[in-house]
């Protein structure tokens, strides 16, 4: 584990004048780069405390902590979580924005990438969730997942992408119903932000026009957003996406 600030000044979850909570302590998979590192950020501008469970950690802002997990190991991230909940006396969400994905034809694809792909996004999803639940329930938090526009529609060339995705959006959506009046739980739907995650791919699955790509610091401030959802109100799902984007609806 890297821990750059393990102190809990940032734990705040007490409502403002109109009713808005503080981010509190936020588990954040995926937070060292992408929409995982934007959401961080955002927590702690917001005077909340970021934990963040990545592979690679190196990346980290200064200031925020970290833990190196595969999220695809639910015994690794179990043990992550709890060394979290320990240390800050309790968790008040947790953000799932850990992600990959491999763009190829099923027959091009080899088993253990296309098994990999759902192992991070989709139980990785699950392991996280299932491991901050009892903290959340005591603090009556915030659950978000983040699926995809393509968990929304399904396109060529990414039935591993698309069945993970596609999976978040019913697991979380029935964790919703299973956790209703306990924990605020939402799905988050953007589509595709101007991140590292394109730049591995072969040129033909990468965006043709980057124009139309988000800020993933505008997604970032839509999750606060939710974070800070008072009792009596909660967002169930949530769209974000660039005003031209041809995946939703």
């Not at 992408?34 to 970021?50: D, I, K, S, Y």
């Not at 999220?71 to 969400?93: N, P, Q, Y």
């Not at 040129?203 to 026009?209: A, G, H, I, S």
């Not at 139309?212 to 169930?236: C, H, K």
């Amino acid at each position: 584990m890297t821990s750059t600030d393990t102190r809990t000044t940032h734990t705040s979850t007490g409502t403002g004048a109109e009713g808005r909570r503080g981010p509190g302590r936020v588990i954040v998979t995926g937070g060292a780069s992408g929409l995982g590192a934007a959401v961080a950020h955002a927590v702690l501008r917001a005077g909340g405390t970021p934990i963040v469970l990545d592979l690679d950690v190196s990346r980290v802002a200064e200031g925020v902590e970290a833990h190196q997990v595969d999220v695809s190991d639910s015994a690794a991230v179990e043990a992550a979580v709890t060394s979290a909940a320990e240390a800050h006396g309790g968790l008040d969400a947790v953000v799932t924005a850990a992600g990959i994905d491999t763009p190829a034809p099923l027959d091009g694809i080899s088993t253990a990438s296309w098994e990999a792909i759902v192992g991070v996004n989709l139980f990785g999803t699950v392991s996280t969730v299932r491991a901050a639940l009892p903290h959340l329930k005591q603090s009556r938090g915030k659950v978000v997942t983040v699926a995809s526009s393509l968990g929304i529609k399904a396109v060529g060339d990414a039935t591993a992408y698309c069945a993970s995705k596609f999976g978040v959006v019913g697991f979380t959506r029935s964790l919703a119903a299973e956790l209703k009046g306990v924990v605020g739980v939402t799905t988050l739907i953007p589509s595709g932000m101007k991140t590292r995650f394109f730049d591995a791919r072969d040129e033909q699955y990468k965006p043709q026009d980057d124009s139309r790509l988000q800020d993933p610091s505008d997604v970032a401030d839509a999750v606060l957003y939710v974070l800070g959802m008072p009792a009596t109100s909660e967002i169930r799902e949530l769209v974000v996406t660039h005003p031209e984007e041809d995946s939703w609806p």
